[in-house]
């Protein structure tokens, strides 16, 4: 089985996530797609960042309707900040017949020749690149495994969310209303 892994804070989970991974679903690349929530983005700063059993519940209940959906807490019990090529080692390890490929967004190319042994994660799963605004030119488009998907710009982030319930703004159609709901009950980014 080929299964795309969707690395990510989901901090929150949001309208972009859901369209990447609804069109990596589609798409002949993966047959599934799992949302691995990191506790702790090695380049960012904690600032903000809701609880990670919060961050899962809320990729939990945005997903549950689409069965080529799955989520993944395995970082939770991996060592942090959460370094990419370490799950993926852990996870082939686990599940020696699937075919892992990693899904990212177009940003993330810029600064991926800093991640974590960036080549084994390159050489031996590969990248499918979900286009986004504003992303800088990277020389990796060129790679063999770099692999763009043609796809809509989505131009919404989890930054704009928060600062949108920082201002007392409506998150209706940017989010799942039942995370709209968690997010309220539990009062989180305000
Ligand atoms: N609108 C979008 N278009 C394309 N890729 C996206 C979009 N939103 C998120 N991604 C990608 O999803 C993955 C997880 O992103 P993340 O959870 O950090 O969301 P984010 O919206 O970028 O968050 P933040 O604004 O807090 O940095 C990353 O690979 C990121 O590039
Ligand atoms: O492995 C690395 O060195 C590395 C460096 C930066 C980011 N990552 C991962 O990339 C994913 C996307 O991060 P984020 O916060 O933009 O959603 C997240 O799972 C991070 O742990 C991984």
Redesign the pocket.
């Given at each position: 089985m080929k299964v795309g892994l969707?690395f990510?804070?989901?901090?929150p989970i949001?309208v972009?996530?859901l369209i990447?991974a609804n069109r990596m679903a589609e798409s002949q690349e993966v047959d599934q797609v799992w949302f691995v929530v990191s506790p702790q983005n090695p380049f960012k700063k904690k600032k903000s960042l809701a609880h990670e059993f919060d961050r899962l519940d809320m990729v939990r209940l945005a997903i549950s309707d689409n069965p080529l959906f799955n989520v993944s807490d395995i970082e939770f019990r991996m060592p942090r900040p959460s370094f990419t090529v370490d799950t993926l080692t852990y996870l082939s390890e686990k599940y020696p017949s699937y075919d892992f490929k990693l899904i990212?967004?177009?940003?993330?190319l810029e600064h991926f020749p800093k991640w974590k042994n960036y080549e084994t994660v390159l050489d031996e799963y590969g990248l499918l690149v979900?286009p986004?605004p504003n992303s800088n030119a990277s020389d990796l488009v060129k790679h063999p495994n770099v692999k763009f998907i043609e796809a809509p710009l989505?131009?919404?982030?989890?930054?704009y969310i928060r600062k949108s319930i920082a201002e007392g703004l409506s998150l209706r159609y940017m989010v799942h209303e039942e995370v709209i709901n968690y997010i309220e009950s539990k009062k989180l980014y305000m």
């Open positions: 969707f990510g804070s989901f901090n949001h972009g996530h990447i990212v967004g177009e940003d993330n979900y986004r989505v131009d919404i982030s989890a930054t």
